[in-house]
């Protein structure tokens, strides 16, 4: 079975500080992606990444970065979370397209509260 | 720009009748369309996909139908079960790109 981990389950920051979330897979799937999902937004691609050091900017990369030095491990970071950061943050993996890459696989989720 | 909606945020269903959700795309890029179903404080999990080449796919009690001159799916769920109870996610992708783009999402519940 595809395992997706993510760091951690909750979390609840103040206005201003960094953010870390990490997120490790463990079927050496080449993809890797950071999603939000907020109510009647569906979920909204924040990056991804296609290998080992590389990255690509999603839908809304604005206010966030990523690093993916190892294969198995891609995170997230809020330089300096704001209140409207505040969302169910989901990371996923997939092979490349063409080889099964069109399925991802989910973590649990990420609930940030920015206070 | 939303390039697939999902224009029902909730739909309720009596047990052992038929969900029906409904999804609609703008880009005619497309080529690969899935459906994830999502329970609350957990990730989404894949349900069923279809290609493109196909009109129709089943496993089980799921199905899903792709009308691509309408550009156009639907996801049918007979009997509906209470654990069927979730959020219901269409995507999306192309054969150029290794992205999936989703709906809003639909809220289901089967009411026993």
């Known amino acids: 079975d595809v395992k997706v981990t993510q760091s951690s389950r909750y979390l609840v920051k103040r206005t201003g500080e960094k953010v870390f979330l990490e997120c490790v897979q463990d079927?050496?799937?080449?993809?890797m992606f950071w999603y939000r999902q907020d109510p009647g937004l569906g979920l909204r691609l924040i990056y991804f990444?296609?290998?080992?050091?590389?990255?690509e900017k999603g839908d809304i990369p604005e206010g966030y970065s990523v690093s993916r030095e190892k294969k198995e491990r891609f995170s997230l970071i809020l330089e300096s979370a704001s209140t409207n950061q505040t969302s169910m943050y989901l990371c996923?993996?997939?092979?490349?397209?063409?080889?099964?890459?069109?399925?991802?696989?989910f973590g649990p989720g990420t609930r940030l509260l920015v206070l | 720009d939303q390039q697939v909606k999902q224009n029902s945020p909730s739909l309720s269903v009596q047990e052992g009748r038929i969900s029906i959700l409904n999804c609609d795309y703008t880009?005619?890029?497309?080529?690969?369309f899935l459906w994830y179903k999502k329970y609350p404080a957990e990730g989404p999990t894949f349900l069923i996909s279809?290609?493109?080449?196909?009109d129709k796919n089943e496993d089980g009690r799921f199905t899903v139908f792709l009308n691509k001159s309408a550009k156009h799916l639907s996801l049918h769920i007979v009997p509906s079960q209470p654990g069927d109870s979730a959020v219901y996610f269409c995507?999306?992708?192309?054969?150029?790109?290794?992205?999936?783009?989703f709906g809003a999402g639909t809220i289901l519940r089967v009411k026993s």
């Open positions: 996923a993996s997939s092979f490349p397209l063409g080889t099964g890459g069109e399925t991802q696989y």
């Open positions: 079927m050496d799937h080449e993809n």
């Open positions: 990444s296609y290998d080992v050091k590389m990255k």
């Open positions: 880009n005619s890029m497309f080529d690969y």
């Open positions: 279809i290609s493109s080449i196909k």
């Open positions: 995507a999306a992708s192309r054969a150029d790109g290794n992205k999936l783009v």
